[in-house]
């Protein structure tokens, strides 16, 4: 097992992150860092969350934005994210184990990870 080195910046942006709920971009995590009064190089924000997705201590994600977003619910799960406003929010509902086979049947892959990425335009959008 591969040792985790959590200097104080990246645990600070380990807890940003993780006391959020709604999958920040790493801009995100530097104005909220810096709203409590905390300054840390860009580059280092950067450098941190790289190593702390690597480390398996968040989750990176890329939902088809130009920017990735992080998410500190390591269990399995989806997203579903808003074309218009870009809001992403959790899916808890599992995949059918049915659809999977399907997958595999049709790739020829061993299915060994799957994350889905829907989209839609969410109820305050839909509402406008």
Not at 8 to 29: C, F, G, M, N
Request: overall charge negative; proline content about 2%; glycine content about 4%.
């Amino acid at each position: 097992m591969t040792k985790i080195n959590l200097t104080i910046q990246r645990k600070t942006i380990l807890e940003a992150v993780q006391e959020s709920h709604d999958h920040p971009t790493a801009a995100d995590i530097i104005e909220r860092l810096r709203d409590k009064g905390v300054s840390f190089a860009y580059g280092t924000v950067y450098n941190s969350l790289r190593y702390l997705s690597e480390a398996g201590l968040i989750r990176e994600l890329k939902l088809g934005e130009a920017v990735s977003r992080y998410d500190a619910r390591m269990d399995d799960h989806h997203h579903i994210m808003c074309k218009r406003c870009g809001r992403v929010e959790e899916v808890l509902t599992e995949l059918p184990e049915e659809w999977l086979k399907k997958i595999a049947a049709e790739t020829k892959f061993a299915v060994e990870d799957a994350h889905v990425v829907l989209e839609g335009v969410c109820e305050l959008c839909a509402s406008r």
